[in-house]
């Protein structure tokens, strides 16, 4: 059984992190040590049963501490079970439908043997920074499209798959 789980995450407006701690909560209902850190804060993966990286997608890439993590980390990552997701579609089709990873998770995917990749819908609202943010902003396509019921429904299921015997 996994027991200690790190859900790094790369955002630069903080709607991913919110998404990181989300999953990391129900992890730990499900009584799992887990911690959460920014991708380009983590230094070493070796203490984790397990793992879950998050990105922020910005113009179909993963966001750049995501990916810098994934290719830091890949040894220790290809070792230990690891479970992916991407925030990005500023509109409802995460929740509509399974939107396939971007891809350079793709590829992060078959190297590095991910039991699983989701896309959850984004966040971006006033004040977010970056010169593209806000210009979706000013022609008025942001918005909350995070479906946290979904997000909790996926992390209990990844902890459920963590509890399974064969992750040992």
């Known amino acids: 059984m996994t027991e200690k789980v ?11 992190a919110r998404i990181a701690e ?5 992890l730990r209902t499900r009584g799992l040590t887990v911690e959460t850190a920014p991708a380009g804060a983590v230094d ?3 203490p984790y049963d397990a ?19 994934v290719r830091r980390h890949r040894r220790a990552l290809a070792e230990r079970p ?24 793709r590829r992060v995917m078959v190297r590095l043997d991910a039991q699983e990749h989701i896309t959850f ?10 010169f593209v943010a806000r210009m979706i902003l000013r022609d008025g396509r942001g ?4 479906d946290f019921p979904g997000i909790e429904r996926w992390a209990a299921r990844v902890a459920d798959e963590m509890a399974a015997p064969a992750l040992l």
């Open 22 to 26: 989300t999953v990391a909560d129900v």
């Open 121 to 130: 819908g984004g966040c971006l609202e006033e004040g977010a920074r970056g």
């Open 44 to 46: 070493d993966v070796t």
């Open 143 to 146: 918005g909350d499209f995070r």
């Open 51 to 69: 793992v879950v990286v998050g990105g922020a997608l910005y113009a179909g890439r993963w966001h750049k501490d995501a990916r810098r993590f």
């Open 6 to 16: 790190l859900v790094a995450y790369g955002t630069t407006n903080g709607s991913t």
């Open 82 to 105: 690891l479970w992916l997701f991407s925030s990005g579609p500023l509109d409802s089709s995460a929740g509509e439908r399974n939107i396939a990873p971007v891809p350079g998770v």
